[in-house]
Every structure is written in structure tokens, then in C-alpha cells.
């Protein structure tokens, strides 16, 4: 049977199902034009070691993702437990997201959000289109930690991490 002709899931059932996946939350920024965009995600991934490689999916509908296709260039600022009221300023639609918000810029001269949890800076390599997203594979040009507590997503609220057994 060609799988094209085979019976999708509904959207309704994939939203609600995919949602028992818990994750962590980021903001994917970037800088275009003298511009800084941003916006919140939870589709981010490792995808190789060697080289160091990730990857991100954003709404091609968002102007972040059409400036991270012109930039080739982009941040990753993974949230820390404290930072849900962030998480929800970037997930709106709206152009003042950085007012308020403590930044610096990168070695690749992206915006980077101060007191997050991990920052990732990245190279775009490929962009693949997936649906309504465009899934940008990057190559990792630098990285920092920070000893704090993980944002975590679930069913649609942040929430925070336990560890299990305790």
C-alpha cells in the first residue's frame, strides 16, 4: 500500500497525544537586519556528536523563522524553571519581545537571554521543510552551561523537573 494514501491521524488526536511527550522549553533568537527575533520552542534536538549538530523546527508563518533563513545563523536559550512567564512573552505573536528581557550577543552576534539555563550558538547547514515548519539542521559553533533547574512542558503548562525515586 503507498503510504500516501494510507489514513493520517487527525490533527486534533496528534496535538492532544503529542502533548503527553514532556520536554524542555527554549527560545530560538537570532539577529537579521539589525533586527532581534525570537520565539519560544519546544521541537529542539541533538542530532550528532560529530560534528556537534542540532536541530530546531519553527512555524514558517513567524518571522523568526524567515530571518533565521536569511541569517543562517541562530541562538538557543534552553529555560530554567523560573522562566515560564518568558517562555509565554516569546510564544506571542508580537515585536517588542526583547523590552525587558536581559540579553547579550554571541560570538556569532545572536542574542543571547541572561540567567537561562544553557545557551547554544549555531551554524545553519540545512534547511528542510516539514509541514507548516521549516526544520533548521546547525552545526554548534559554541555552548555554556549554568548549575540551575530545567522549564519543562507538558500537556500544553510549564512546569518543573523531579527526580524520579526520590
Known sequence: ?????????????????????TSGVTIITTRQDETNWGITASAFSSVSLDPPMVLVCVNQNTGTCHAISKAKKFGVNILQE????????????????????????????VPLIQDVLAHFECRVVENVTGGTHSVFLAEVQSAVAYEKAPLTYYRGKFGRFDEAGK
Open 1 to 21: 500500500m503507498n503510504p500516501s494514501s494510507e489514513q493520517l491521524v487527525d490533527r486534533d488526536t496528534f496535538r492532544n497525544i503529542v502533548g503527553h511527550f
Open 82 to 109: 523560573k522562566q515560564g512567564d518568558l517562555a509565554r512573552k516569546f510564544a506571542q505573536p508580537q515585536t517588542d519581545k526583547f523590552q525587558g528581557t536581559d540579553i547579550e550577543y554571541g560570538e556569532l552576534g
